[in-house]
């Protein structure tokens, strides 16, 4: 069916839409079934125009708290501001006068047990006076808090009985995926530690040489740039290697990534014919 608004057009199997503009009233065609202008411009002026109707409009209204008339648009409920600030004294369903248990002043409340008068003081409360007392599920010693719902006593504690919750339940307590690998990746390097390898007395020992390709690393770039000098185990830790000055040289970053988890020898990489 046809209007004098709307035509719907088959073209190219894509159907489109011809409406008219509500402003300039001019024909146009869209893929959008809620649009109702043109263009930009008549955009703007639809929304100045139904901004200026919705907030200055000027109606003689009534105010909520003293009755009187009063000339404003139709968002507004009172007179003034004072009007408003008794009404919403008068209305507040707290019957109940307390003092605050931390900074002495009274408040009131809808409950007859609170203690505090905002959430200010609660907190104040809670880290001033850390009367709780917990025992550690992991460790077993005994620990202060101020959290009810705490169960370790140290951050180290807190991971352990978290991985053993997700064992419990068959799920991983790692964030991701690269967490993962990060975390398998230091359990094996402190598992295969014989010395501690610094990266300072590789680059004299191989005279600055990448051992994968031959060329010099260059120690002024940024540890993440593809030249900067990395610890390339000769042979890798996923394949049983250990982390010691005989299974270690230096390499390039970038080829000690194309390496991977490969054995290989000096001059080649992971990708043959490849080198920094």
Do not use: W
């Not at 190219?12 to 649009?35: D, H, M, P, S, W």
């Not at 007392?133 to 352990?160: A, D, L, P």
């Not at 991701?176 to 390898?197: C, F, L, S, W």
């Not at 390709?213 to 770039?221: F, N, Q, T, W």
């Amino acid at each position: 069916m046809t209007s004098t608004y709307i035509r719907i057009k088959i073209l190219l199997g894509v159907i489109k839409l011809f409406r008219k503009c509500v402003v300039c009233e001019k024909e146009f065609e869209t893929y959008k079934n809620a649009q109702k202008c043109c263009s930009d411009q008549c955009r703007e002026a639809r929304a100045k125009v139904k901004y200026e109707l919705n907030y200055y409009s000027n109606e003689k209204l009534i105010c909520l708290n003293c009755n009187k008339t009063f000339i404003g648009n139709k968002h507004n409920k009172f007179c003034s501001s004072e009007c408003r600030g008794e009404h919403t004294k008068n209305n507040l369903d707290k019957p109940f006068k307390l003092k605050c248990a931390q900074c002495g002043g009274m408040f009131s409340s809808a409950k007859d047990d609170a203690k505090f008068c905002s959430n200010k003081c609660r907190r104040r409360n809670r880290y001033e006076n850390k009367k709780i007392k917990g025992i550690c599920v992991v460790c077993g010693n005994e620990f202060e808090t101020s959290y009810k719902e705490q169960k370790s006593c140290s951050v180290k504690c807190e991971g352990q009985r978290r991985r053993q919750d997700a064992k419990e339940r068959n799920t991983d307590s790692f964030p991701n995926g690269r967490a993962r690998v990060e975390y398998k990746r230091r359990q094996r390097k402190i598992k295969t530690m014989v010395e501690k390898v610094e990266l300072n007395r590789l680059i004299v020992r191989d005279k600055g040489i990448c051992q994968l390709c031959g060329e010099l690393v260059d120690l002024r770039v940024h540890y993440n740039h593809h030249l900067a000098p990395t610890n390339d185990h000769i042979i890798p830790l996923a394949l049983g290697g250990e982390t010691s000055y005989e299974n270690c040289q230096l390499a390039h970053r970038g080829c000690n990534s194309r390496k991977s988890h490969f054995v290989l020898k000096g001059g080649e990489t992971s990708e043959q014919g490849q080198t920094c």
